[in-house]
């Protein structure tokens, strides 16, 4: 087992000391319009807020080999030619290091004495990429060799990129300003925008047409122009344009030369676009922007704003334990992945395409779980965005695209969990910042501000929803789908092709397009889990019989549940079209799932009959494995017709038995909840990637953040990572760790400090910043217990209770909570 860095918790960085990582370990740059994705060898692409309709650098998936296309440099010293993150060229480096840090990445690479470190980072408030080439000879001898840069651009709309080539090879269009080289495709006719690459220094030579750049036959670890030594000054019109600086340099001894290059995303009103002649763009703002960033002290500005903007924000929650992999993932990298998530959803990984899917609404509600207390104000704005893809009727818009922000009608709803998540993302707003005032705000419902309703209204269609959609048990429809995608009750698909998700057999066309007749315990329990924060506000704003009307739904939900779909032992996961448990004991396969039984004990289901424990006695034993939960136990060997896709991938991938990160974050909420904090941080330290470091060969994807899933125990690859980054994984474990194990979580009224520990642990420390005030708070643990708050004190002062009251004085408090 090996590993192939080590973390600078200093730093805040990732070292990867080897450039052949068991998969390409990436980073992602730009937190606000502008992103890039690079990974530890430079590989990657930037695009405009939207992954899908404003790409600006192309990206070939599923390659081989598989990260080929990025920002390169190439250096051609002698007869040796290199790149500084060794791809593409691969030659064999003296030294190399990838740095990922928070939003930047710096790659450095040596070859025969000479070093060339780059820095790659998005600026705060800035639509483009900074690239500072800081090269150095660190021989004895004078040095002259020849630089290359590279980037590919995409003809915006990367679906249409991949696939219209019969249009596409004939549009491509860019214009030569001395170091900068400006990507126009369409800018005549219908788009606003244009990107450009430059470099702050004079050139000797340019390439803007791909083929003669690399050449036809080679490929971009052999370019042609570089072979040569020489650049074609070629001008793209139509094919593959690119965007290509070719610089002769010589460095003296121990002398280093700096070059900033910048790829720029610019907007211009349309009157605006061109110079006088009509036909030249108007480079005002691109000049401006080139300004911004010309000389390495402005870079230097530049990286520390980004630096002390991350700082600060992660200065919001900070802890202190006896864990160094804890607090590394708790004060860095799990928070980092929040940010990311929000911001991208499942758009744009090595795993998602950028093409396939915009915002998810369970995904966003989710991601802002993880994320609310960072930037507040941007999550009010991504839950007005949400709620304005609802319908009338509570249902929702399943996904929207970010730059129009409309549902996607391809997807369309009936997602039997989608509303309910929101209830708990505007729950989590509000306790964060005690903003009541978002329930007045108003929303339109589809889109349309004629139907503009107060945000509080869509919470309450949102709880009726669920309510209004019963089946025969008393438990809620399972629709097309619940959290799980993969679970479609009314697909039966017999024909390859057709979309788990979006199919539905005709079949059911008569009840309204699914069967009236599945049923999803998963959503039952998420109903009674979510529900009390809906009756929570209800009360606060003093609706006392709305909130008793919603508390007797909740109620009865429970009693539905402990009537239908309990199984001795732990809580069925659904009944399928037929009216047939699944789920349970009865069953053949997939005698028992995972994602009902949090949700469950947590809503404290049947608990006066001891279901909670017996439940979670029940995970351990069945679906509990060295590397984490897996899903659902025994895994599917066939295919179920009546189950949909689950039953589609082997046994331990995915959905079906695969340790789904995510949905084990529910089981160690409910472990902490249920006061066994050795159980709940056992789980969290099985997939806690810095606790899988050691394992990276075998883990593959960074031991800096979560994937969606690690191949479950019937796999032949037990224990390999994939899909990292986008995963709701990043939100619910951060909610585990953060406000189920070291129990501190923002309340209505306060601060809530409920730790659920493991008994060996004296206590910790913890920071956290709170609706201005900042509290210091120390948790004792005398007794070696893991969870109950003996008592409390702040400033002094003995609190009744577990929840620190809110400081409106900005300034700092000392909590002390002793356990036992
Ligand atoms: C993926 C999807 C998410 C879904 C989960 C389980 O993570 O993004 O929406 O809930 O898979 O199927
Ligand atoms: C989620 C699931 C995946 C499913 C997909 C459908 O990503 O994990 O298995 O195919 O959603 O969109």
């Known amino acids: 087992m090996r590993k192939f860095g080590h973390f600078d918790d200093e730093r805040k960085e990732y070292v990867i000391q080897s450039p052949r990582t068991p998969y390409p370990w990436i980073n992602y740059l730009g937190t606000q319009a502008f992103f890039s994705l690079i990974s530890n060898t430079a590989g990657g692409y930037s695009f405009y807020k939207d992954a899908r309709l404003r790409r600006i650098t192309r990206y070939r998936y599923n390659n081989v080999p598989i990260d080929m296309g990025g920002r390169y440099f190439y250096l051609k010293d002698g007869e040796t030619i290199w790149n500084p993150g060794w791809s593409p060229v691969k030659t064999e480096l003296d030294a190399y290091e990838c740095r990922h840090g928070m939003g930047y990445t710096v790659i450095t690479g040596k070859k025969n004495d000479l070093k060339a470190e780059v820095t790659f980072f998005v600026p705060q408030n800035y639509d483009g990429e900074v690239q500072q080439v800081v090269l150095t000879n660190e021989g004895s001898n004078a040095k002259t060799f020849k630089l290359f840069s590279f980037a590919e651009w995409c003809l915006w709309d990367a679906q249409d990129d991949c696939t219209n080539f019969q249009r596409n090879f004939s549009t491509g269009r860019v214009e030569v300003d001395g170091s900068t080289i400006y990507h126009k495709t369409e800018y005549r006719d219908r788009r606003d925008h244009f990107a450009f690459y430059t470099v702050n220094d004079t050139i000797d030579g340019y390439d803007t047409d791909r083929d003669s750049f690399i050449g036809l036959y080679n490929g971009f670890g052999d370019p042609q122009a570089v072979l040569d030594g020489k650049a074609t000054n070629s001008f793209a019109d139509g094919w593959s344009p690119i965007a290509s600086h070719y610089k002769e340099i010589t460095l003296q001894p121990g002398e280093s030369k700096t070059l ?408 160690i909420c409910a472990e902490a909840y249920a006061g066994r904090g050795d159980k709940a941080f056992e789980y969290y330290s099985k997939i806690a990637p810095a606790f899988n470091e050691d394992i990276s060969d075998l883990h593959k994807t960074e031991p800096y953040v979560y994937g969606q899933m690690i191949a479950g125990k019937d796999a032949s690859r037990f224990g390999e990572g994939k899909n990292s980054w986008l995963t709701g994984t990043a939100a619910w474990n951060f909610v585990a760790i953060s406000q189920y194990i070291l129990g501190i979580s923002a309340d209505f009224d306060g601060l809530k400090v409920d730790p659920s520990i493991p008994k060996a642990w004296d206590g910790f420390t913890a920071t956290r910043k709170f609706r201005g005030a900042t509290y210091n708070i120390t948790v004792q643990n005398p007794d070696h217990v893991s969870k109950g708050v003996k008592s409390l004190t702040v400033d002094g002062k003995a609190v009744e209770g577990n929840i620190v009251p809110v400081f409106t004085d900005g300034g700092e408090h000392k909590v002390v909570a002793v356990l036992g």
């Open 260 to 667: 900033i290059f910048i790829l720029g995303y610019v907007e211009m009103p349309v009157d605006k676009k061109f110079e006088a002649d009509g036909v030249t763009i108007n480079k005002e703002k691109a000049h401006a922007m080139i300004e911004q960033y010309n000389t390495p002290e402005k870079v230097a500005a530049g990286l520390a704003e980004l630096k002390a903007a991350w700082d600060k924000l992660l200065g919001i929650f900070n802890v202190k334990t006896s864990d160094d992999k804890v607090n590394r993932m708790v004060n860095i990298w799990n928070q980092y992945q929040c940010m990311v998530t929000f911001n991208l959803s499942r758009s744009a990984s090595y795993f998602e395409s950028g093409i396939g899917r915009g915002m998810g609404f369970r995904d966003s509600n989710q991601d802002i779980l993880g994320f609310v207390h960072q930037i507040p104000d941007r999550a009010r704005e991504r839950l007005i965005d949400l709620a304005s893809t609802q319908l009338e009727d509570g249902g929702c818009y399943h996904q929207y695209q970010p730059l129009t922000k409309k549902g996607n009608s391809d997807i369309g709803g009936d997602f039997s969990d989608d509303p309910l998540w929101m209830i708990l993302s505007v729950g989590a707003y509000i306790k964060e910042t005690g903003d009541w005032g978002i329930l007045d705000q108003p929303v339109p419902y589809d889109n349309d501000e004629s139907k503009a309703k107060p945000m509080l209204d869509h919470l309450t269609v949102s709880f009726y929803h669920i309510v209004n959609n019963l089946g025969p048990h008393g438990l809620p429809l399972a629709m097309r789908a619940d959290w799980n995608d993969c679970i479609n009750l009314s697909c039966f698909s017999d024909k390859p092709g057709e979309s788990f998700q979006t199919y539905t057999n005709p079949k059911f066309k008569a009840e309204g397009g699914y069967s009236k007749v599945a049923e999803s315990v998963m959503v039952a329990a998420l109903f009674t889990y979510a529900g009390p924060t809906y009756v929570g506000i209800l009360k606060h704003l003093g609706k006392d019989d709305e909130a008793a009307k919603a508390q007797a739904e909740i109620d009865k939900m429970k009693k539905n549940v402990m009537d239908s779909a309990f199984d001795g032992d732990w809580f069925l996961r659904a009944y399928d079209a037929f009216g047939n448990k699944m789920g349970s004991k009865e069953c053949e396969e997939g005698k028992i799932f995972i994602e009902p039984q949090g949700f469950a004990v947590m809503s404290e289901i049947g608990k006066d009959q001891g279901a909670d424990i017996k439940t979670l006695n029940s995970i351990d034993k069945y679906l509990n494995t060295k590397y984490g939960l897996v899903l659902n136990n025994p895994a599917f060997s066939k295919y179920y017709i009546q189950y949909g896709e689950i039953s589609t991938y082997p046994g331990g991938y995915k959905e079906n038995a695969g340790i789904f990160t995510h949905n084990n974050a529910w089981i």
